[in-house]
């Protein structure tokens, strides 16, 4: 494994732990704090935790694919076009949080076209991410071709 793979995944871990340890302290405020809206914040992060979860997990697989060198990193994508479309899940249940709290048409009610920005999210990072793996094996498939001493010549006027 390279260290790039490794240190997304230490990252990663550590991440994890942190925000289970944020969200801990956070119930515990919440019990001690009586505040409505900070415990309605409080609820709301607890009833998505798992759509939170699986968002990083998600993002987390596409970004220890995209690591990878060419074949390997085709899956990449597809992990990330789902990871966008949980992602705006949750930005769209904010929105909804953000209107019940303040009681009010403050934020623009995006359910009625949920279904459109989950397609043009997947659609958009799956696109451009298989793009950006044709554009980078194409690229790499250009130096390859070169013979290696027009290579090192490059290397040494640089």
Avoid: C, W
Wanted: glycine residues 6%; proline residues 5%; without cysteine.
């Amino acid at each position: 494994m390279s260290k790039s793979i490794l240190r997304k995944i230490l990252f990663k871990a550590i991440g994890f732990v942190v925000f289970i340890a944020i969200m801990l302290v956070l119930n515990v405020l919440a019990a001690v704090l009586p505040e409505p809206h900070f415990v309605a914040v409080v609820q709301f992060l607890n009833a998505n935790i798992l759509l939170l979860i699986l968002m990083n997990l998600l993002l987390f697989f596409g970004s220890v694919f995209s690591a990878l060198e060419f074949p390997l990193d085709l899956p990449a994508p597809i992990f990330n076009a789902i990871g966008g479309v949980f992602t705006v899940t949750f930005m769209i249940k904010v929105f909804g949080l953000v209107a019940n709290l303040t009681e009010g048409n403050v934020v623009i009610n995006l359910l009625p076209i949920a279904t459109l920005l989950y397609m043009l999210v997947f659609l958009l990072v799956f696109l451009v991410g298989y793009l950006s793996i044709l554009i980078r094996a194409t690229s790499k498939g250009d130096r390859d071709d070169e013979p290696p001493h027009r290579r090192l010549r490059k290397r040494k006027r640089r």
